[in-house]
């Protein structure tokens, strides 16, 4: 049985989206905005499956934060905006649309990816592997093409 189908993580996943009011936790948007939330290991289970079931291992995150996440990131988000609820104010306050917000959460996913190719283009010019350079450099160019066609620079800051 997969370790995600097993009834302790189910009740641990539970226990933390209660706990945490089912908003994510990297970019404020919540289950009533229509994300898919999940709960995320911020030290993945496939390098320390000794944390798989420890609480103040889980952070809860929507889809596109996770994907953007990964197993390669150990970001505690957790820490990174401590109250929602001053974020829930200042994002009533300027009031995004559905579409602002899905561009935002986009937007964001997309300089993380970006900063993820990044460290891999990196890697590859510490081994002096050229092909691998070629093909990181260019993924980071294409999107970083998307990033400034599709967004607008106010919705990257601080991603």
Known sequence: MS???RREWFELRYRVLRAHGYRC???GISKDDGAVIQVDHILPVSIYPE???DESNLQVLCKPCNFGKSNVFTDDLRIARPSWKSAADA???TSLSPGERKN????YAMA???NWIKKKLHAAEQRGLWEDQMRWTQAYLEISRKLSTRFA???VEGA
């Not at 935002?104 to 937007?107: D, I, K, L, M, Y």
């Open 104 to 107: 935002r959460r986009r937007a």
């Open 25 to 27: 936790m990297a970019c």
């Open 153 to 155: 620079a106010s919705d």
């Open 91 to 93: 994002r009533a306050r």
């Open 51 to 53: 944390k798989a079931l």
């Open 3 to 5: 370790f995600y189908n």
């Open 112 to 114: 993380r990816f970006s």
